[in-house]
C-alpha cells in the first residue's frame, strides 16, 4: 500500500576529497568521475557519472521513491546518498557518504498533503568520520492519490457518512 512518492533533486556537491585509494593521475589532475548512489529503505537509484567533472559535479537529476508503508517507529525513514567515483580498469571508490532523515518530512506530508525540504547543502563524510565535501539536494514527499482512494472505498462502492 503506497502512501506517497518522495522526490530527489539531486543538484551538485562541490568540495569531494579522494580518499588515499584514488589513482596518482586522478589526484593530480583533479578530474574524477563522481556519481552518486540514493537508497531509501530497499530502493535504489543511481545518479549518472559527471565524466571528469572533478571536485564540483552538477547532476540537476531527480528520482522518485515509493513510500509505501505506515510510519514505525525506527531509523528505516533516512535517504542514503553514497559518492562514488567511477573507475574504468578497477573498482570504484568511495568518496563519501551523506544520510538525510526524512521521517519528519513524511509525517508532515501525511498531515498536509505534501510536503519539502527545499535545496539544502548535506555534509559529506567519510568512513574515518571526516568531512569530505558537501552535496546539494532538495526533496519532495506527496501523497499519492491511491491511498486516498483505497481509503474511502470498501468492496469496490464507496463508504458513505450515512
Not at 107 to 133: C, D, F, M, W
Amino acid at each position: 500500500m503506497a502512501i506517497g512518492i518522495m522526490e530527489v533533486k539531486l543538484v551538485g556537491a562541490k568540495g569531494l576529497k579522494r580518499t588515499e585509494y584514488g589513482c596518482l593521475c586522478a589526484l593530480l589532475s583533479g578530474k574524477i568521475g563522481p556519481y552518486v548512489l540514493l537508497q531509501y529503505r530497499n530502493q535504489e537509484c543511481k545518479s549518472t557519472t559527471a565524466k571528469e567533472k572533478g571536485i564540483s559535479p552538477i547532476w540537476n537529476e531527480k528520482f522518485e521513491f515509493r513510500v509505501d508503508s505506515p510510519l514505525a517507529n525506527d531509523d528505516q525513514y533516512k535517504l542514503v546518498l553514497e559518492i562514488m567515483d567511477h573507475n574504468s580498469f578497477r573498482a570504484d571508490d568511495y568518496l563519501g557518504k551523506a544520510t538525510i532523515y526524512v521521517k519528519e518530512l513524511i509525517e508532515l506530508g501525511v498531515e498536509k498533503g505534501k510536503a519539502e525540504l527545499h535545496l539544502q547543502k548535506y555534509r559529506v563524510v567519510s568512513t574515518n568520520k571526516t568531512y569530505h565535501g558537501e552535496i546539494q539536494v532538495g526533496i519532495t514527499f506527496t501523497i499519492t492519490k491511491e491511498e486516498t482512494i483505497e481509503q474511502e472505498e470498501y468492496g469496490g462502492q464507496k463508504d458513505n457518512d450515512y
